[in-house]
């Protein structure tokens, strides 16, 4: 709906416009003057995740991004749906990012890719559902994709290990680690959130935790990668 005025949850969309415009000037800046290929490749996939994000975080701060869906007991609920175009782009660029720092292969990453689109499409159609229990349905269908997709992660990580070399190997590790977790989090946010509609949890609370979990796992895991020049100029390159 377009001319839609956020509520008090704006003000942590305004923090997610402004931190994902810091993170992208902290890449832009860092990422300046960089000449090594495999370097400029990790910059450009963070530069477009966090442009992406700054976007869609002011679409939603400013009530471009959100429409009212009409639930069947009568109910109207926000949904913000800017998040999930957000999300449809930025995952799989991620999921880019550390398939690349383990030298992943062209079908190992269309596999994890998939997976991930189908993940939030599914979730998407989850949010505009007009019936609770097939909202929960799509809920379960989402995160069953995002279960297979971590477990065909951890599967090419596992198996990338032995080629890697030892900073690779631990960067890789720390980076899965992290990516583990907080995608983790999504679905508990959503499910509790009002998306489930269970309402435990306000959509003020349910805001500021998506905005947390998208600054930590686009700009703290942009900035931790890209932190290690050295272990991404010599990937691929052997151990
Ligand atoms: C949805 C819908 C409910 C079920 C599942 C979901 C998963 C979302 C994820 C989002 C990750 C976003 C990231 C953003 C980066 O900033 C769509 C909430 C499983 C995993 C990492």
């Given at each position: 709906m377009v001319g839609y005025t956020p509520g008090s949850e704006g003000l942590f969309l305004w923090i997610g416009t402004a931190g994902m415009a810091?993170?992208?000037?902290?890449?832009?800046?860092?990422?300046?003057?960089?000449?090594?290929?495999?370097?400029?490749?990790?910059?450009?996939?963070?530069?477009?995740?966090?442009?992406?994000?700054?976007?869609?975080?002011?679409?939603?701060?400013?009530?471009?991004?959100?429409?009212?869906?009409?639930?069947?007991?009568?109910?109207e609920l926000p949904i913000y749906w800017a998040r999930y175009a957000d999300w449809l782009f930025?995952?799989?660029?991620?999921?880019?990012?550390?398939?690349?720092?383990?030298?992943?292969?062209?079908?190992?990453?269309?596999?994890?890719i998939g997976l991930d689109v189908f993940m939030i499409a599914t979730g998407l159609i989850g949010a505009f559902a007009a019936q609770p229990v097939y909202r929960i349905a799509w809920w379960g269908i989402s995160t069953a994709a995002l279960l297979v997709l971590l477990?065909?992660?951890?599967?090419?990580?596992?198996?990338?290990?032995?080629?890697?070399?030892?900073?690779a190997r631990s960067l890789t590790n720390t980076l899965k680690n992290m990516l583990i977790v907080l995608w983790l989090a999504y679905?508990?946010?959503?499910?509790?959130?009002?998306?489930?509609?269970?309402?435990?949890?306000?959509?003020?609370?349910?805001?500021?935790a998506f905005m947390v979990l998208d600054l930590t796992a686009k700009v703290g895991f942009g900035a931790y990668l890209l932190k290690n020049h050295d272990v991404l100029t010599s990937i691929g390159g052997g151990a």
């Open positions: 810091l993170g992208l000037l902290y890449f832009l800046g860092r990422g300046w003057g960089v000449t090594d290929t495999k370097l400029k490749q990790f910059y450009a996939i963070n530069i477009f995740v966090t442009t992406i994000a700054f976007s869609m975080y002011f679409a939603m701060a400013t009530g471009f991004g959100v429409a009212n869906v009409s639930l069947a007991g009568g109910d930025t995952t799989p660029l991620l999921l880019l990012d550390i398939a690349l720092l383990a030298n992943a292969d062209r079908e190992t990453i269309y596999t994890l477990y065909v992660l951890v599967g090419t990580l596992k198996a990338a290990a032995p080629s890697q070399s030892d900073a679905p508990v946010v959503w499910i509790l959130g009002t998306e489930g509609t269970l309402e435990f949890i306000p959509l003020y609370t349910e805001t500021a």
